[in-house]
C-alpha cells in the first residue's frame, strides 16, 4: 500500500537558520503530497500541496517540490522564526471511496529558539 | 465561514465503555473524515461519510461506526473501548466530488481510555 516517510526529530534550530524537513513517499498512480502543520493543542492545517511532477507548493514563506524521479516532497525555508515550532506532517492522497484520503507520516516536530 | 468545531474536547472512558464523539463540519462542506492520532504519531484514517452513507474505511474494526446526519454534522462511536484505543481523534471536512478538496481539521477530541 501507500506510506510516507519523513525525517525523524525532534528538530531543533535557531532563529534564521534553514530548514529542510524530508519526506519521501511510495504510491501507486500518481498520488498528490501535502505538507500539514500542528500547532500545540490545534488540528491540523494545510501548509502547501502539490498535485504533479515538479510542481512546487509554497506557503508563509516554505517550499517543497513534487520529485517523482526520487519519490520526495521535501520541506524546505530560509529562514525560521519562533513562531514556525510546530509538527509538520508529509501526506499523500489516494482515492478512498469516491474520495481522497491522506495517509500520513509520522511527523516531525521543530522547535525554534530565539 | 463556521470551521470544524468537536466535542468533548477531553474525555475519559473506562476499557470496555462506548463512546460517542461529535463534528460539526464547515460550512458548505458536505463529506466529513475521521482520523486517529496517537502520541506521536501522524493522523491514520478511520472512515469518511458522504450523503449520510460510509464512503470508504480505513484498517480499523466494526467496533468503530458512524453517522453523518441531513446537515452534513457526524458522530464516531467506538464500542468495547480498549486501552490502545487512547488518542487523539480528529475530524475533517471537504466537498465531494472536487480532486484535492482541502480537508479542514477540527482540533480533536482527546480520549483517554483508562
Known amino acids: 500500500g501507500n506510506s510516507v516517510t519523513q525525517m525523524e526529530g525532534p528538530v531543533t534550530l535557531s532563529e534564521e537558520a534553514f530548514l529542510t524537513i524530508n519526506c519521501t513517499y511510495t504510491a501507486t498512480g500518481y498520488p498528490s503530497l501535502f505538507w500539514y502543520v500542528q500547532y500545540p493543542g490545534e488540528g491540523l492545517q494545510l501548509l502547501l500541496k502539490a498535485t504533479k511532477a515538479d510542481d512546487k507548493g509554497s506557503n508563509k514563506g516554505f517550499e517543497a517540490t513534487y520529485r517523482k524521479e526520487t519519490t520526495s516532497f521535501h520541506l524546505e525555508k530560509g529562514s525560521v522564526q519562533v513562531s514556525d515550532s510546530a509538527v509538520y506532517f508529509c501526506?499523500?492522497?489516494?482515492?478512498?471511496?469516491?474520495?481522497?484520503?491522506?495517509?500520513f507520516g509520522k511527523g516531525t516536530l521543530l522547535t525554534v529558539n530565539p | 465561514e463556521t470551521g470544524v468545531t468537536q466535542s468533548p474536547t477531553h474525555l475519559i472512558k473506562t476499557r470496555g465503555q462506548q463512546v460517542t464523539l461529535r463534528c460539526s463540519s464547515q460550512?458548505?462542506?458536505?463529506?466529513v473524515s475521521w482520523y486517529q492520532q496517537a502520541l506521536g504519531q501522524g493522523p491514520q484514517f478511520i472512515f469518511q461519510y458522504y450523503r449520510e452513507e460510509e464512503n470508504g474505511r480505513g484498517n480499523f474494526p466494526p467496533r468503530f461506526s458512524g453517522l453523518q446526519f441531513p446537515n452534513y454534522s457526524s458522530e464516531l462511536n467506538v464500542n468495547a473501548l480498549e486501552l490502545d484505543d487512547s488518542a487523539l481523534y480528529l475530524c475533517a471536512s471537504s466537498l465531494q466530488g472536487i480532486r484535492d478538496s482541502p480537508l479542514h481539521f477540527g482540533n480533536g477530541t482527546r480520549l483517554t481510555v483508562t
Open positions: 460550512s458548505g462542506h458536505n463529506t
Open positions: 501526506a499523500l492522497s489516494e482515492r478512498g471511496g469516491s474520495n481522497y484520503k491522506l495517509t
